[in-house]
């Protein structure tokens, strides 16, 4: 099969088959890489330029009713000491960001019964009122229909809640029984239709996860056409049943971000954290393969060491908020421009 011929057509139809789909993610070709990455870029240039969007990340619990079999946080895990920040400690990171220039805030958790609609809807609320020119991003696992519009109406703007996998027999291997793709699916059909800015995606290289895995996924995004997509590498959790198996790789990562740029020129992809832990040039390289979302830490600093969804975590240097002046030098060294804007997503 002939790769490059293969970029040239996704970046002019958007699609391919299956096969050179399959093709493409398993290529190891640095030449042929290289190509795919360049053109991500063109098209991401043509876009949105060289701006990369921040997003303040305020991770406000680790507790978690579920028990997803590679997270951290998941129920079961014992040796997680569990928190979650009051309304006030929101507001307080919201205040820290906005002054560091962040205008979108992402509050994201474990499933957290706590936080019942009155609760979160008072939260949103709050943020809506002292910052209404700010984006508000939830990334607070699945809810109901009415749950999801009343936060929408108190004023959150976009919503977060990948996929994890499309293939069902895979998404079974991660997931507990009580969680379905078919429950996720239907909350991600929800979010887009109440008007949220949705964002989905899946890990990489996951226990079991193979070729046809990434293609399903891919035709999902294609299907869902989600305004966001977070796509990171699974890392092993020590005190999780994937503990001892092997992280995804960077390549393989920044593959398929590289080809979710050119299937969905205007989506807002994020470098994230997963790939800033595995490759310590990973966000630099994110944005070489198209991406144009950063998102750091925003979380008090007591509890970053504690959303530990994955081993070794950064949070701190680059990752951190208050670090912003050195992740921009960082971004600049790479051709890069951080800017201070809501970033939302615009159509072609
Ligand atoms: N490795 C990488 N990513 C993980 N996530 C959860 N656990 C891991 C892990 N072990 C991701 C999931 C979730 C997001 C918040 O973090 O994709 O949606």
Do not use: W
């Not at 876009?47 to 921040?54: A, P």
């Amino acid at each position: 099969m002939n790769i490059l011929a293969c970029v040239d057509r996704l970046e002019r139809e958007r699609d391919l088959s299956d096969a050179e789909f399959a093709a493409l993610i398993k290529c190891e070709d640095p030449e042929a890489l290289e190509y795919l990455f360049a053109r991500a870029r063109a098209v991401r240039d043509a876009q949105y330029g060289r701006k990369v969007y921040i997003r303040g990340l305020i991770e406000y619990s680790n507790y978690c009713k579920n028990d997803c079999l590679y997270c951290g946080i998941r129920r079961s895990n014992r040796g997680a000491e569990r928190y979650r920040l009051s309304e006030g400690q929101i507001l307080d990171c919201c205040r820290a960001g906005y002054a560091l220039g962040f205008r979108t805030f992402v509050l994201q958790g474990g499933e957290d019964p706590y936080f019942t609609d009155e609760r979160a809807v008072s939260i949103v609320s709050a943020i809506r009122r002292e910052f209404p020119d700010c984006a508000i991003t939830l990334s607070m696992g699945e809810r109901g229909r009415e749950s999801f519009q009343r936060l929408f109406d108190a004023g959150a703007n976009r919503y977060l809640l990948r996929h994890e996998t499309a293939d069902c027999a895979h998404y079974a291997q991660l997931h507990p029984a009580e969680l379905t793709l078919a429950h996720r699916v239907q909350c991600l059909r929800d979010l887009k239709s109440i008007g949220y800015q949705t964002g989905t995606g899946m890990m990489v290289g996951s226990p079991f996860q193979t070729a046809d895995c990434l293609v399903r996924d891919l035709r999902f995004i294609q299907e869902l056409q989600p305004q966001m997509v977070g796509i990171g590498p699974f890392i092993p959790h020590h005190d999780t049943p994937f503990a001892r198996y092997p992280a995804g790789t960077a390549r393989q990562t920044l593959t398929l971000l590289a080809m979710l740029r050119l299937m969905l020129p205007c989506a807002l992809l994020p470098a994230t954290t997963a790939l800033g832990t595995i490759d310590g040039d990973g966000r630099e390289k994110g944005m070489n393969a198209g991406c144009n979302v950063v998102m750091p830490n925003l979380s008090p600093r007591d509890c970053r060491s504690k959303y530990l969804l994955y081993d070794n975590k950064i949070a701190t240097g680059d990752e951190a908020a208050e670090s912003l002046n050195s992740l921009k030098k960082r971004m600049e060294r790479a051709g890069y421009e951080i800017v201070t804007d809501r970033g939302d997503y615009r159509d072609a």
